[in-house]
């Protein structure tokens, strides 16, 4: 299943992650929001060649949203940092299942073997 991006609230987003089917695990990728067509984060646009082949041909849910511009990202306000979220830097993958939330961040996104191993687990 070919990744979504979404523009849904982050509360309709939580919503959506913790009603999936228990079975398989949902994917929420948090980038920083692009500016003149290119994310302003560089781990993000490390990240995103190696998130799009992985999830290409996935028959995983998996929702890509952007966090915001720079000075919007660093507000303590900004919803993707808070509960449920509590994403602490860019990119992360979130991954629910059975109403655990785990958390592959950063440089870890783009490290083929830790993104692998997460993505199967």
Known sequence: MPLHVSTATPEAIATTLESSPCQKPSYLVVYASLMDGRSWCGD???????????????????????????????????????????ITALPTIVKVLDEKWEYLVEGDVYDQEKLDAFVKA
């Open 44 to 86: 993000c646009r490390d990240a995103e060649t190696f998130v799009n082949a992985k999830f290409a041909d996935s028959p995983h849910v998996v929702t890509v949203v952007y966090a915001g511009q720079r000075e919007e990202w660093r507000q303590t306000d900004n919803p993707w940092r808070q509960a449920p979220f509590s």
